[in-house]
């Protein structure tokens, strides 16, 4: 008696398959985790790749890395173009080079272990990101929020050293991640940080006094004090003692905007003011650079443009000036 032979089923390039095959994804992705692990990178970035790479392979419906072609790649490419952000609007132009830039180090990697015989990305072009200036605050702001601290009530020492670490240009995530074993009275060291930015951050003396006070505070209000101990807590009821989180952190500092009557003030302005403040002190450019932990430098040239926009203006000053009382 003859077998019954089920029909075929088409899956379209592109779109979801119902039930993958789990050997080819098993052994696809089993690259990909091979690729993470050769790659000397912080958490945060290899979580990105494994993201970027994760949103492609599903893309692909799991096809072999070895059958991807330049064609699949301008396609996804297309895809991530009309694919909408979180906020309903177009990816921007830096998130979709990213994800191109990760496939490209992937298959990169690919070829160079042999487990491809062509890299499909060689003819990538990458999209034109348009400059954008950097948006640092000006002094007065800064001031506004540093008033505003005043009636954040019983956590204004917390928040007023957290406030001093975010205006030495560390993002809040950053700053999410810090142990007091990061802190060796004059500086700060910044571990698993975007990039693998990860360095020594020295300190303002009077971020320093903020610091040894606020953790004066925490063993005088019966916190666990040690190596290990995160920096910066939670003092809300359902967490007090607990990690702070990065939504802790970007709600302190639109509540003192707020408290301030300032309009779109986030803490990652804080690092654009920091970075430009060192070029437009006369810090060397090289050394700013290392000090705000960029490493690209079209993207630190942007801070030493807007720095000489500020030099310029305050010349202009005073001259100026000096014409009106002549």
């Not at 592109?14 to 958490?43: H, I, N």
């Not at 301008?74 to 998130?95: C, I, V």
């Not at 610091?211 to 007090?240: A, C, K």
Request: glycine letters at 6%.
């Amino acid at each position: 008696m003859a077998r019954d032979i089920p029909e075929p089923t088409f899956i379209e390039f592109g779109q979801a398959a119902k039930e993958p095959v789990r050997v080819a994804e098993d052994l696809g992705w089993q690259r990909v985790v091979e690729f993470l692990r050769s790659r000397e990178l912080s958490a945060s970035t290899l979580k990105a790749y494994e993201r970027q790479l994760r949103l492609f392979y599903t893309w692909t419906q799991n096809k072999p890395w070895h059958d991807i072609t330049h064609r699949d790649i301008d396609r996804y490419k297309q895809y991530l173009k009309n694919r909408p952000s979180k906020r309903g609007g177009a990816l921007a132009p830096t998130t979709i080079n990213q994800a191109l830039a990760t496939l490209k180090s992937f298959f990169k990697w690919l070829t160079v272990k042999d487990y491809i015989t062509r890299n499909p990305t060689l003819t990538i072009e990458f999209l034109k990101e348009p400059a954008k200036p950097p948006r640092d605050l000006a002094e007065t702001q800064i001031n506004q929020l540093f008033e505003a601290l005043a009636y954040r009530g019983d956590s204004e020492v917390r928040d007023r050293a957290i406030l001093q670490v975010l205006s030495h240009g560390l993002r809040a995530r950053e700053v999410c991640g810090l142990d007091i074993s990061d802190y060796d009275g004059r500086r700060l060291r910044v571990r698993g940080a975007k990039w693998g930015s990860d360095g020594l951050v020295p300190l303002k003396p009077e971020a320093v006094a903020v610091l040894d006070s606020y953790l004066g505070w925490l063993v005088r209000h019966g916190f666990v004090v040690s190596q290990e101990t995160p920096l910066f807590i939670s003092l809300s009821n359902n967490s007090r003692g607990q990690r702070l989180g990065y939504s802790g952190i970007y709600e302190l500092v639109k509540d003192l905007a707020q408290a301030s009557e300032l309009e779109d003030i986030h803490p990652h302005r804080m690092r654009h003011t920091f970075a430009t403040s060192l070029v437009a002190a006369g810090m060397n450019p090289l050394l700013a650079k290392r000090a705000v932990r960029i490493r690209s430098d079209k993207i630190f040239a942007r801070y030493s443009d807007r720095a000489l926009d500020l030099k310029m203006e305050e010349a202009f000053e005073e001259i100026y000036g000096a014409s009106e009382e002549s």
